[in-house]
């Protein structure tokens, strides 16, 4: 993969957070897998709706609601463009990726599921493309199945085709896992599925920040995405549906904006993509969006994947001179998040030895408890990278668990 070389120092000075020392020590802040930090530029765009143009959108004809329109409005296009949807309408704003599996699960579920039939999922689900499809099984008597994976923390393809029974409705599953960074197949399994005509779910969450995504090209019915873990601000997120999926299901909340008219007898819904946001939505957060995808423009996607996927080979070989270390998850297809355990230490402790040597890392189930119960472990660490990450930071975690480790041991 070839990308041009970014000026690191430089893109730095863009996340004011990067510049915090915690216990009087620099930042070293390798937790994006949870959340990104956020460029000025964004930081600014939430600052200006506020203090300039705070307006609620679709309902006024005054010049402050038909800005406010304009700035929402144009963000969905970004997001449409971002992932090359064919429309900008097949872009519904949510909470965030649990909101838009909810969604999905809640309406597709309520139209097309009945007794007997299943839900694919894989073994490696955040438990928000777990737990939805599970609320919506019990209710309709359905059953949710799942696509095994190996140790190495690598889905177990050649069960797929016996999966994919008649029974089947849907399928989802992650692009790439948080708690174990494996890229999953994605057009393998959507080759597969579509060959049997089940539609497939994509959860994006780990992936829409790391690397290009056609869902065009993918030919994916629906994918989920925050925008807190693409730079953007919290409380915002993205379903993208195919225009066929998202006019046949039924809406997931009325209220205000989804309805063209309302009578106490009869509710005839609202267009694309207005079905599916009932209420005030977020709309700092999607003009904050978009503007985070501006930025994430300018740098590049390819040249961040490139920076990244450098990191992270870095981090790796460097990490794996730590005596004592393992790797859960080893796929050959690997993303920006490495997932570790230290022998005789226990993951919370080393995290907090971690923090305050003022190192951010992630510790616990990564709301992946079964990836757990399968490695049969009580959680892992984790270091999960982002572009504006160093190699120096790396050297800093490798020299903060060697100290930890001399401590504990
Ligand atoms: N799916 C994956 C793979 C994730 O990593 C996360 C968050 O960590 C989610 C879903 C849930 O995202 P959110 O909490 O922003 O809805």
Same mark, same amino acid.
């Given at each position: 993969m070839m990308g041009k070389t970014l000026d690191i120092a430089k893109i730095r000075k863009? #996340?004011?957070?990067? $510049?915090t020392k915690v216990y009087g020590k620099d930042l070293v802040y390798l937790d994006n897998g949870a959340t990104t930090q956020k460029p000025f530029a964004v930081l600014e765009a939430l600052d200006a709706y506020y203090k300039d143009y705070n307006s609620n959108v679709?309902?006024?004809?005054h010049i402050l609601s038909q800005k406010a329109t304009s700035a929402y409005e144009e963000s969905r296009k970004k997001v449409a463009a971002y992932i090359n949807a064919?429309?900008?309408?097949?872009v519904i704003y949510t909470k965030g990726t649990t909101d838009a599996i909810n969604l999905v699960a809640s309406t597709f579920g309520r139209k097309y599921l009945k007794e007997g039939d299943s839900i694919l999922i894989s073994a490696m689900e955040h438990h928000s493309n777990i737990v939805p499809w599970q609320m919506i099984c019990e209710e309709r008597g359905a059953t949710l199945k799942v696509i095994p994976m190996d140790k190495e923390g690598v889905?177990?393809?050649?069960?797929l085709p016996s999966l994919l029974?008649?029974?089947?409705k849907l399928v989802s599953f992650t692009y790439?896992?948080?708690?174990?960074?494996t890229v999953n197949p994605v057009r393998e399994i959507i080759r597969q599925a579509h060959a049997r005509n089940i539609p497939v779910m994509i959860d994006a969450a780990q992936a829409v920040q790391h690397f290009p995504i056609d869902v065009q090209e993918l030919d994916v019915d629906f994918m989920a995405f925050s925008g807190h873990k693409l730079y953007g601000p919290t409380g915002i997120g993205v379903l993208y549906g195919k225009e066929k999926w998202l006019n046949d299901l039924p809406p997931y909340q009325g209220g205000g904006?989804?309805?063209?008219t309302v009578t106490f007898e009869k509710t005839i819904y609202n267009e694309l993509?207005?079905? #599916? $946001?009932?209420?005030?939505?977020?709309i700092s957060g999607a003009i904050g969006l978009g503007v985070a995808i501006d930025y994430v423009n300018s740098i590049g996607l390819e040249n961040i994947q490139a920076a990244e996927q450098q990191l992270v080979t870095y981090a790796l070989a460097k990490l794996a001179e730590i005596e004592g270390i393992r790797f859960i998850g080893n796929a050959p297809?690997?993303?920006s998040a490495i997932s570790f355990l230290l022998e005789g230490i226990h993951p919370y402790d080393l995290g907090e030895l971690l923090d305050k040597q003022g190192i951010a890392i992630r510790t616990g189930h990564h709301c992946t408890e079964p990836v757990m119960d399968f490695f049969e472990i009580p959680g892992t660490c984790r270091a999960s990278f982002a572009f504006y990450n160093t190699t120096a930071e790396v050297d800093v975690l490798v020299a903060g668990i060697k100290r930890a480790a001399a401590i504990l041991i």
């Open positions: 863009d #996340f004011p957070l990067l $510049e679709h309902r006024g004809v064919a429309h900008s309408y097949e889905l177990q393809l050649d069960l029974d008649e029974r089947v790439v896992s948080n708690s174990l960074g904006d989804m309805i063209k993509p207005y079905k #599916f $946001e009932a209420g005030t939505p977020d297809e690997r993303s």
